[in-house]
């Protein structure tokens, strides 16, 4: 909390920092884990005041639980100053972030969500979410690219969410980047794995940017669990399967069966 990027209110950036019970961006983290040893799989744990979330009344444990990727694409969305009037881009928008993309992004005003993916029925259960906000395509069937100018008449989105894991094809997210209009700002939450061949040169000329992302600050927790208390949110549609400490490998285990990122596994210590 004292070095520069701390005390700016750029937590994310500390050398320090530590996703608390789970892992480190770096050696420095080790000192994190050592003021905070304890794991996340534990009955009790002990954190900041200044990394607490206040949880409303009408959000269970078991939604609050998905603050951290509901977050990380909040946070995009944030750092793309989504809201009315734009058209946005979400590469995984079937997944565990790329739903919270879909549900903050339709609380912000976003005008179009297009979204992509591969399983068309988990396509459709998302565009029932909001169907005259939002658009799918099945990357199967072509071009993320031409989808987008389609619905775009031809000038691109203002914003790309990638939200591929590192398994994810590259050039799915080089057509991501090549679907932005001039100006367009595009960020990176999945971590698609491996070198990526970008044009920057083309970045430069349309004038575009890229981001990464990495999780949320606390203000932007508050934000989203006061929009759920608000009503503005609405995490019911999240299906929370809760399993004791004692089944964390059945837990583990059942994940591969998951129903896209509608699935919230929790474990209840």
């Known amino acids: 909390g004292s070095c520069r990027h701390c005390r700016r209110g ?16 770096s050696e420095h983290a080790m000192q994190t884990f050592a003021d905070y040893p304890i794991g996340g799989l534990s009955e009790y744990m002990v954190a900041p005041v200044s990394a607490i979330v206040k949880v409303p009344d009408n959000m269970d444990y078991g939604q609050a639980a998905r603050l951290g990727y509901l977050g990380t694409a909040y946070s995009a969305l944030k750092k793309v100053n989504a809201g009315p009037g734009d058209t946005i881009l979400v590469n995984g928008i079937s997944g565990t972030l790329g739903i919270g993309a879909a549900i903050f992004g339709l609380a912000m005003g976003v005008n179009k969500i297009l979204g992509t993916g591969r399983d068309k029925q988990l396509l459709e259960e998302i565009k029932a979410l909001a169907p005259n906000r939002i658009e799918v395509f099945s990357i199967t069937d072509g071009s993320v690219t031409d989808f987008a100018m389609e619905h775009t008449d031809g000038e691109g989105v203002d914003a790309f969410l990638d939200c591929l894991g590192p398994g994810g094809l590259h050039e799915t997210f080089r057509q991501g980047l090549l679907s932005l209009r001039r100006g367009g700002i595009a960020v990176d939450i999945g971590a698609i794995a491996g070198p990526v061949e970008i044009d920057v040169h083309r970045l430069m000329d349309r004038n575009q940017r890229l981001y990464g992302s990495a999780w949320l600050t606390t203000a932007e927790g508050q934000e989203m669990a006061d929009m759920v208390g608000s009503g503005v949110v609405d995490l019911s549609l999240l299906e929370t399967q809760s399993y004791p400490l004692a089944d964390v490998n059945s837990a583990i285990s059942g994940i591969a069966q998951r129903h896209g990122g509608f699935s919230n596994y929790v474990i209840c210590p």
């Open 10 to 25: 750029d937590t994310i950036s500390c050398k320090h920092y530590a996703f608390q019970g789970y892992f480190g961006f």
